[in-house]
């Protein structure tokens, strides 16, 4: 569990990129925090791994005031995928993998051994292993990025905007893989977004951000939809609402879904075992 008790975050030039901010994350569970650029999401997320110190207020891992722990230590129990792949350019994706251990006296061979099997586990073909960066796809260089995050078997893993950077179908591709790998890993998963159908399809516990890292509303993704906290939340997802809004319609004698701008949405399916179809 991770707790944010009160946290501020004043940077020297005085702007206030977080304000008092309080929140449970439970273990091995995926919260995401979603807002618009500037709401203090990055801040929030690295002072979780004392990559930036807040400046009011205490962040507890399991009870661990996270201002005791040494960073180095930290940083073993915390994986990081950082927003934009942040890959070493002049390093192969199995020596990328294979950073953090590496960096903390794990043998060569262990290390990138271990790599290996991480490069399985996010779906990357081991043939890729001693390429650099620049030679893989968009896609693929942000598998390498959660496969380096995971090294080490962190409990812990922080991503930053991790799918940000790629075309829709291979992010909805890796949306799909960090589910799977997250039900089979259960890790503490905080996830940073600005996409609202992205913080709904992985969070289990989504909080919504306005600057300063205020907190609009926390829930469940079902909970946020059903009864948005304020007109800011309603704002905020409404832009989707669209969407969202599925209704019935008769079509050419035939009941079907559509969605707020008619288009069909889809099929019903009917529950306990009857076959499904269209209303
Ligand atoms: N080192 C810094 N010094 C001064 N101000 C900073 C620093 N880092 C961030 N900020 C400011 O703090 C606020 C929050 O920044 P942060 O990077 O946490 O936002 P974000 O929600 O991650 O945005 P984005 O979606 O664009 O990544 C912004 O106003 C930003 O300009
Ligand atoms: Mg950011």
Known sequence: MITFDGVSKRFPDGTLAVDNFSITIPSRTTTVFVGSSGSGKTTLLRMINRMVDPT???????????????????????GYVMQNSGLLPHRTVVDNVATVPLLTGVPKREAREAALQLMDTVGLDRALAERYPSQLSGGQQQRVGVARGLANDPNILLMDEPFGAVDPLVRSELQQELLRIQKELAKTIVFV???????????????????????????????????????????????????????????????????????????????????????
């Open 56 to 78: 009011g207020g205490a962040i507890r891992i399991d009870d661990e005031d996270v201002s005791t722990l040494e960073p180095v230590a930290l940083r073993r129990r915390v």
């Open 193 to 279: 977004t600005h996409d609202i159908d992205e913080a709904f399809l992985l969070g289990d516990q989504v909080v919504i951000l306005s600057t300063g890292g205020r907190i609009a509303q926390v829930g469940t993704p079902e909970e946020i939809l059903a009864h948005p906290a304020d007109e800011f939340v309603d704002n905020f997802i409404g832009a989707e609402r669209g969407r969202r809004a599925l209704s019935i319609k008769n079509v050419h004698g035939k009941d079907v879904v559509v969605d707020g701008t008619g288009r069909l949405a889809g099929i019903l399916r009917v529950p306990s075992g009857e076959s499904s179809r269209t209303v």
